[in-house]
T-cell receptor, first 114, second 115 residues
Framework: AQSVTQPDIHITVSEGASLELRCNYS??????LFWYVQSPGQGLQLLLK??????LVQGIKGFEAEFKRSQSSFNLRKPSVHWSDAAEYFC????????????FGAGTILRVKS | DSGVTQTPKHLITATGQRVTLRCSPR?????VYWYQQSLDQGLQFLIQ???????AKGNILERFSAQQFPDLHSELNLSSLELGDSALYFC??????????????FGEGSRLTVL
């Protein structure tokens, strides 16, 4: 079965600094990959997704992610973090071969210090 | 606002009781998904319905059941509640038949506390 690992439970960055959130997945073929963000008291919102094609995908709010097949990774990046980016970020993977299920990582809580 | 409505937002009940959580999907979405979010288990997929039919099943306990009605709203029924069922229950919806190829739109969740 597919699985998703987000190795960092918490990350703290200064406002204006760059950000990279790590995500590794375990799956044999090319999965469908997603990043969602959850602000306090809110549901999850899709930031970006990768299905195929260009391995660098752009999302909303200035985020981007790069799919690296050789490393089974789909890391999320932002060049300059804003205080409003403080939230919990979830990587998710889906694969038709494993049924109609989107599997989420444990999440990474981002704190932004001014 | 995602367009997905969940009620109630908060629910406190006792062990052994039964509760029903309700979800109204975005207008036009035929798929409804239920997820459970807890501190120890993270975000776990429970079940998906597409246009009234069960489409996929995840880690849903036998004490839990769900259905999707003709007007496409869905209900998640939790019975014989245990302390460990305390969690945030999310409903999500999508246009697509499958939950792995398209965007899911999440509601704000129903927080269940079992005392």
């Amino acid at each position: 079965a597919q699985s998703v690992t987000q190795p960092d439970i918490h990350i703290t960055v200064s406002e204006g600094a760059s950000l990279e959130l790590r995500c590794n997945y375990s799956y044999g073929a090319t999965p469908y990959l997603f990043w969602y963000v959850q602000s306090p008291g809110q549901g999850l919102q899709l930031l970006l997704k990768y299905f195929s094609g260009d391995t660098l995908v752009q999302g909303i709010k200035g985020f981007e992610a790069e799919f690296k097949r050789s490393q089974s990774s789909f890391n999320l990046r932002k060049p300059s973090v804003h205080w409003s980016d403080a939230a919990e970020y979830f990587c998710a993977v889906g694969a038709m071969e494993y049924g109609n299920k989107l599997v989420f990582g444990a999440g990474t809580i981002l704190r932004v210090k001014s | 606002d995602s367009g997905v409505t969940q009620t109630p937002k908060h629910l406190i009940t006792a062990t052994g009781q039964r509760v029903t959580l309700r979800c109204s999907p975005r207008s036009g979405d035929l798929s409804v998904y239920w997820y459970q979010q807890s501190l120890d288990q993270g975000l776990q997929f429970l079940i998906q319905y597409y246009n009234g039919e069960e489409r996929a099943k995840g880690n849903i306990l036998e004490r839990f059941s769900a259905q999707q009605f003709p007007d496409l709203h869905s209900e998640l029924n939790l019975s014989s509640l245990e302390l460990g069922d305390s969690a945030l229950y999310f409903c999500a919806s999508s246009v697509a038949r499958t939950g792995v190829t398209g965007e899911l739109f999440f509601g704000e969740g129903s927080r269940l506390t079992v005392l």
